[in-house]
């Protein structure tokens, strides 16, 4: 029923900014909650922010506070991930992930899943 999709994935050099974006369809809710979560090969999902629709309240990761945004966006539906001064080690395939009650930055409870977009940030 739900389906996410990211867009804006690419490669940037350090120091860089990059916007990406999810954008869900199905949900039948104006209340849901929408996160990223970036993976690099071998290793476990990290929570990169979160953010609740309906109250329009975001977490962040320490990792990356004061560098990354979370909010919506002016596309229908559409959550951005604006991400500034960005470094070699945010290099990562980042997902998007979405569910109707838990909004964390912990993975194993969100219900939707989006397949990820690559950021690559080197010289």
């Known amino acids: 029923q739900v389906q996410l999709t990211e867009l804006g994935g690419g490669s940037v050099q350090p120091g860089g900014g990059l916007r990406i974006s999810c954008t869900a369809s199905g949900f039948t809710s104006s209340d849901y909650c929408m996160a990223w979560f970036r993976q690099i090969p071998g290793g476990q999902r990290e929570g990169v922010a979160a953010?609740?629709?309906?109250?329009?309240?975001?977490l962040y990761a320490d990792s990356v506070k004061g560098r990354f945004t979370i909010s919506r966006d002016s596309a229908e539906n559409t959550i951005g991930l604006w991400m500034n001064g960005l470094k070699p080690e945010d290099t990562a395939m980042y997902y998007c992930?979405?569910?109707?009650?838990?909004?964390?930055?912990?993975?194993?409870?969100?219900?939707?899943w989006g397949h990820g977009a690559q950021v690559t940030v080197s010289s």
């Open positions: 992930a979405a569910d109707v009650s838990f909004c964390a930055l912990d993975d194993t409870y969100y219900t939707y």
């Open positions: 953010f609740r629709t309906g109250t329009s309240s975001s």
